[in-house]
């Protein structure tokens, strides 16, 4: 790991807080009394994970939990955890990484929930993953296709072909293999992304952050008014509990803050307030 990548991930990490202020202002703007709370966290001096984050959360009236959180964190992965991080062998666990994520559970059955992540993570090689999905309980066409549309600009913008790669990959990704069922309705899904062209790599991994900035909050306008009943609300509820399945038993970026020993609450923000089964 070079000083140039330990460089680049503070760029990056930058580039991920003003992101962070710029989604929280906007999900904010939808509540009329919530605001994020604010928590900063850190590793102490002689831990083997140094750096910290900064998470945000809000509980209101459309927005029932969400999370938005950045980390930039650095130092060395636990052997038992350096097979499963590419290059973690060859750096003998050092590491550097940083990035964004966000999980939206909404009180209106009829507005979906929502996840974005970008990230960028060196060892002995470097790369960015990340992506965005919907996960609705009532889809509706309209939402499905703009929220595609959007990503799909993004990566039409990066080469040809990257849509259909990375809308297949979240397909794949978000998906219940002991429910056969997916997640949601999809999105797009990377990792591991290194093109040889790091400008251009970053740039894209930018525009999907702007994407989700400027698309979502449309969906959200669009369904928070509408009527629902005790039925509609209880699907919600069940349908969180897939939710809950898939990032407790397949996501990786849960598998990731358990392998780093990072803040549990940073990578468990995910979890739904209230859930049913």
């Known amino acids: ?31 009329s009394r919530s605001r994020f709370e604010v928590r900063t966290w850190s590793k102490p001096e002689g831990h083997r994970l140094q750096g910290g984050g900064e998470a945000r959360l809000m509980r209101g009236d459309v927005f029932e939990k969400v999370g938005v959180n950045v980390s930039h964190v650095w130092g060395t992965f636990e052997p038992r955890f350096r097979a499963q991080v590419a290059g973690a062998e060859e750096s003998e666990g050092r590491f550097v990484a940083c990035g964004i994520s966000l999980v939206a559970h909404m009180f209106n059955p009829y507005v979906p929930a929502v996840h974005m992540n970008l990230r960028y993570l060196c060892t002995s090689r470097a790369w960015f993953g990340g992506g965005a999905d919907l996960t609705p309980t009532f889809p509706f066409e309209e939402d499905t296709a703009e929220f ?12 040809p072909g990257a849509y ?65 009943d005790e039925a509609a609300r209880d699907k919600l509820l069940v349908k969180r509990g897939r939710y809950v399945e898939f990032n407790l038993v397949y996501d990786r970026g849960t598998r990731f803050g358990f392998g780093t020993d990072a803040d549990p609450e940073a990578y468990l923000m995910s979890l739904p307030p209230l859930v049913k089964w």
Do not use: N
């Not at 460089?7 to 906007?26: E, G, K």
């Open 1 to 31: 790991m070079t000083q140039d990548a330990s460089d680049f991930a503070a760029t990056f990490a930058d580039y991920c807080r003003d992101l962070q202020r710029r989604i929280c202002a906007a999900f904010e703007a939808f509540e």
């Open 148 to 159: 595609h549309e959007a990503l799909k600009r993004a990566c039409d913008a990066y080469r």
């Open 164 to 228: 259909a790669e990375y809308k297949d990959w979240c397909d794949r990704y978000f998906y219940l293999p002991h429910r056969k069922e997916p997640r949601g309705v999809g999105g797009i899904f990377f990792d591991e992304l290194w093109s040889g062209d790091r400008d251009a790599d970053y740039a894209f991994v930018r525009s999907v952050g702007e994407a989700f900035l400027e698309v979502y909050p449309r969906i959200v306008a669009r369904r928070k008014d509408t009527p629902f």
